[in-house]
């Protein structure tokens, strides 16, 4: 292992000096790379620093208790040894799941989309209810939320809602969110209390920039109309929603939530570009799911990944079969706990399919 991370602390080095190189500084696609690559080697490189802290403590300690001329050192050098030889398996542990290649995506922004599935009003409800449960787990993490475009369901909540989520590493913490949720409960428009099951897609894509998507403006078709929904005067009387339609592949983004329609204009393109990087990642995930046959992250839109029941006041993430008895902090933001263990599953089938390619 010291010489994988002998190789990885060479490489730290290599990449120290690089950015702050003149060319390199002004070369903005490959600084943000080499700035994003020095900064998970960082993490590398201290656990490098503490794992040959342990390792020569544990010499050190050995030596101390051959030696066996002084009782009270040996003593001493008994409990480092023991300190060190529980560390360090866990130590290793940690360093081989960072040594997994990451995901170039998962550093990225996110666009998120809810749409309402089955289950009617009771369904935009529930898109409702998700989109605040993660509005509140962004805010948990210091992210930035920003609605793109929405459109309210009848009864309150959302046919269809699209946010982008602005922060570190939000498109690998909430690619594990794409799939179809479940909700099952009594409808607040149910009179006779039954309990009904609806469901509400979500779909995730990490956010694209310039550099990823060459769009060529004459393959966009761009229409102006009015806003709908809250915003005030301006807003609802003035042309500045914008709809861009993508010929080529028939893709549609539009933004009405900005009063200028420069700004909704450039939103609509941020989220054309991601959608169709999502297009190509799709194809490039597809096969090397394939090949490692991941269940986690599949990006399957239509696989219903989780459940929340009311009634017992219980959520399933039926990927990995985790179910957790604490519905109501679920909702209300606290899901960390579930795409802690989603990230490990992933992790420990990523590890077990390097050691069977070893």
């Not at 096969?287 to 990006?299: L, Q």
Request: hydrophobic share 35%; glycine share 6%; proline share 3%.
């Amino acid at each position: 292992m010291l010489e994988k991370l002998q190789i990885i602390k060479q490489r730290f080095d290599e990449v120290s000096d690089l950015i702050i190189q003149p060319d390199i500084m002004t070369d903005q696609k490959r600084y943000i790379a080499l700035n994003k690559e020095y900064k998970d080697l960082r993490v590398l490189v201290k656990k490098r620093e503490e794992y040959k802290t342990l390792l020569d403590n544990l010499a050190e300690a050995e030596e101390m208790i051959s030696d066996k001329s002084d009782p009270e050192l040996v003593e001493m050098a008994k409990m480092q040894y023991d300190e060190a030889k529980t560390r360090i398996p866990k130590l290793e542990d940690e360093i081989k799941f960072l040594l997994i290649p990451r995901d170039p995506e998962d550093s990225k922004n996110a666009v998120v989309e809810l749409r309402a599935g089955t289950g009617g009003d009771e369904a935009s409800i529930f898109a409702g209810d998700l989109f605040k449960m993660y509005s509140k787990y962004c805010e948990s993490k210091g992210w930035k939320v920003d609605v793109v475009d929405f459109s309210e369901g009848t009864n309150g909540g959302f046919k269809e809602i699209q946010f982008e989520v602005n922060g570190e590493d939000v498109y690998g913490t909430l690619k594990f969110e794409a799939g179809v949720h479940r909700v099952q409960r009594v409808p607040q428009t149910e009179t006779q209390g039954r309990v009904h099951t609806s469901a509400a897609t979500v779909m995730v894509f990490p956010e694209a920039e310039e550099f990823d998507v060459e769009i060529n403006p004459k393959d966009v078709r761009i229409d102006f109309f009015c806003s709908s929904g809250p915003g005030g005067q301006s807003v609802n009387t003035t042309y500045s929603a914008v709809r861009l339609t993508h010929v080529p592949t028939g893709l549609v983004a539009q933004c009405q939530d900005q009063k200028s329609q420069h700004k909704n204009k450039e939103k609509a393109f941020k989220v054309l570009r991601s959608r169709l990087y999502e297009i190509e990642l799709a194809k490039r995930n597809e096969a090397d799911s394939a090949k490692r046959g991941s269940m986690v992250s599949s990006g399957d839109r239509s696989a219903k990944i989780r459940t929340y029941n009311y009634s017992q006041g219980r959520v399933t993430d039926h990927r990995i079969g985790l179910t957790l008895y604490d519905l109501s902090n679920i909702v209300n933001g606290d899901i960390q706990k579930i795409i802690d263990e989603l990230q490990l599953a992933e992790n420990t089938q990523k590890l077990k399919a390097g050691d069977d390619v070893m």
